[in-house]
């Protein structure tokens, strides 16, 4: 089975990414790009928006694609994350829904931390760090 997830990459305006503290499985206690499942009838974009809302407390627009990976998941699921470049319009980071914590990273920083599998890797491979 194939679950559709989305991803954001934001930037702030010193090129720092926001990352997410999982706060549940998959990737529980480990950082990545916030992000979640798509629901029926949504589009990538409405998903971005509506993830990011709910995990960091920031209200923004989806950009270009940026990347896809693949990620097996429990029970045999297969997550296929798509991630997007998206902009800020509004909001105070803050954790909410499933991240159990929020924060501005700078790139030299990521290798130091807990990350999600392939998160650095795929990151590099796209060129955003």
Known sequence: MRERCVG???????????????????????????GGRVEPGEDDAAAV???LLEETGLRVRAGALVGTVERAGPGGVVYEIHDYAATVLGGTPRAGDDAADVRWVAPAELPDLPLVPGLLDALTEWGVV
């Open 8 to 34: 954001a990459i934001v930037r702030d305006r010193d090129g720092r990414l926001l990352l997410v503290l999982r706060g549940r499985p998959p990737g529980a206690g480990r950082w990545s790009v916030p």
């Open 49 to 51: 928006a509506r993830e």
